[in-house]
Each structure stands twice: as structure tokens, then as C-alpha cells.
């Protein structure tokens, strides 16, 4: 009798934990895969049905998505980010807005990281992940800056904007302008003058940052190398790697 005692609530327990299994998954239509890889694999899925390209993004519609932007749960708001991206440039009008208008810090910071992962194809919405680097809130302002090196390649607004904010009174700001700045490919003097005062930041992150950026310049930054040097004495782990790799990189380009 107590063999029978002690198994029953056993069974009940595993039953429940089936029953909550089954309760968070049936229903729940995951992401379909991105890019090129992703609709070959929908290819062989589906055969030769071409209906399936047509709904291959997601069970919602963009304006549903957008609405989940502000969701309280950051895992949608993940989901919305990758679902309004894979709806491609159009979104970018509605994007745009979002970052332009919505009080919710969360939907803002949302939107910019989507027109951040739209690339270059959002290049229309430099204006307003410049202004965004001006908000009052550090995360907003740092998503903008981030999304700047994704979208404003070639265009003087975001370097502008960038070489501000590395001198912004968040860390976390400027380690993302520092970032950027590589990313986007800003050059010249005044660049490489910021980002040599850069590499005796406080905050190691953002000198790992200003000498990755400098290594990307090459023979351009060869003015850095003395800021390089010195700071190299000083140091720690975090920043060491990155500015001896920018020592390298400057010396062996500006070597004839």
C-alpha cells in the first residue's frame, strides 16, 4: 500500500509536467529560418509550391508585429524585431515613425535595432538614429549609435553624430559610438584624433573599442601610434589585445 501511496503522486507529477510541456508549445509557430539558407530550406519543404514564399515571413501582419514592439516580455519583442526585418525595407517608413514618435523606451530601442539589422537598406532613417543619439535615455542612445554603423556608411550626419557621442557620459554609449566608427568606415583626421583621446577612456570596453577602430584605419591612423604606445603601458587584459593588433596593423600598412 505505501508502494501505491508514493507512485501516485509520481504519475501526477509527470502528467503535469507533460501537460505544462504541452501547454507552452502546442500553438507556438517558431520563426522560419533567414536569408538564403532559409528559403532554400522552405524550398524543400514545400516542393514546387509557390504559395508558400508568399506567407514564408510570419503568421502576423508587419502592423501586428510593430504593436508588439513595446511588449512587456523582451523575448517578443526579439520575435517582432526578427519578423519586421525579414519583411525587408518596406518596413523601414513604419520603423522610422516608431523611433520618431513612441514615448515606450522599449519600442524605440526595438525599432532601432531592426533598421540596425535592415542594414544598409535603412539608410533613409539616418536622421532619426541621430537624433536618438541625443535621448535623454543611455539605451536608446546607445542602440542608435550602434545602428549608425550599420546604416550611415558614407554619410557625414552619422559620423558627426558618432564622433559625439564618444563623448558621451555613458560608458556603454561610447564603447557603441567607438564600434561604429569601424563599422561604418569614418576616416580622417578628426577621427583618428577622437579615437586616439579615446584610448584613455575609464572604461576598458571603450578602449578596446577606439583601437579596434584604429586598426581598421591602418596607414591612416598613423598619427595614434604614440596614443597607441601609451596606452599600451597601462593597459588591462580587456584593451591589451585590441590595441597591440592595432599597433600591427598600423605599422605593417604604413611600411613601404
Known amino acids: 500500500m505505501m508502494r501505491r501511496r508514493w507512485r501516485r503522486p509520481a504519475a501526477w507529477a509527470t502528467l503535469g509536467v507533460m501537460a505544462i510541456y504541452a501547454g507552452t508549445t502546442v500553438g507556438c509557430r517558431p520563426m522560419p529560418p533567414m536569408g538564403e539558407e532559409g528559403e532554400k530550406a522552405a524550398e524543400r519543404r514545400s516542393g514546387s509550391r509557390p504559395a508558400f514564399r508568399e506567407f514564408r515571413h510570419t503568421d502576423k501582419t508587419p502592423e501586428e508585429w510593430l504593436a508588439l514592439l513595446s511588449h512587456r516580455k523582451p523575448q517578443v519583442r526579439d520575435q517582432a524585431i526578427d519578423a519586421l526585418v525579414q519583411y525587408g525595407a518596406g518596413q523601414v517608413p513604419a520603423l522610422r515613425k516608431v523611433v520618431r514618435e513612441t514615448k515606450s523606451v522599449d519600442a524605440r530601442v526595438s525599432a532601432i535595432r531592426a533598421l540596425s539589422a535592415l542594414g544598409s537598406a535603412a539608410q533613409a532613417a539616418v536622421p532619426e538614429l541621430v537624433e536618438a543619439c541625443r535621448a535623454a535615455e543611455w539605451d536608446v542612445?546607445?542602440?542608435?549609435?550602434?545602428?549608425?554603423?550599420?546604416?550611415?556608411?558614407?554619410?557625414?550626419?552619422?559620423?558627426?553624430?558618432l564622433c559625439a557621442a564618444l563623448r558621451d557620459e555613458d560608458a556603454a554609449v561610447r564603447a557603441a559610438a567607438a564600434k561604429a566608427l569601424r563599422k561604418c568606415?569614418?576616416?580622417?583626421?578628426?577621427?583618428?584624433?577622437?579615437?586616439?583621446?579615446?584610448?584613455?577612456?575609464?572604461?576598458?570596453?571603450?578602449?578596446?573599442?577606439?583601437?579596434?577602430?584604429?586598426?581598421?584605419?591602418?596607414?591612416?591612423?598613423?598619427?595614434?601610434?604614440?596614443?597607441?604606445?601609451?596606452?599600451?603601458?597601462?593597459?588591462?587584459?580587456?584593451?591589451?589585445?585590441?590595441?597591440?593588433?592595432?599597433?600591427?596593423n598600423i605599422r605593417a600598412a604604413s611600411t613601404p
Open 141 to 161: 542612445r546607445a542602440a542608435a549609435a550602434e545602428a549608425l554603423g550599420m546604416t550611415g556608411q558614407g554619410d557625414p550626419r552619422a559620423t558627426e553624430a
Open 185 to 248: 568606415g569614418a576616416a580622417g583626421p578628426d577621427v583618428v584624433a577622437l579615437l586616439a583621446a579615446a584610448l584613455e577612456d575609464p572604461d576598458a570596453n571603450v578602449q578596446s573599442a577606439a583601437a579596434d577602430a584604429l586598426g581598421r584605419l591602418g596607414a591612416e591612423a598613423r598619427s595614434a601610434l604614440p596614443a597607441l604606445e601609451k596606452a599600451l603601458q597601462s593597459a588591462g587584459p580587456v584593451a591589451r589585445v585590441s590595441i597591440e593588433e592595432a599597433l600591427k
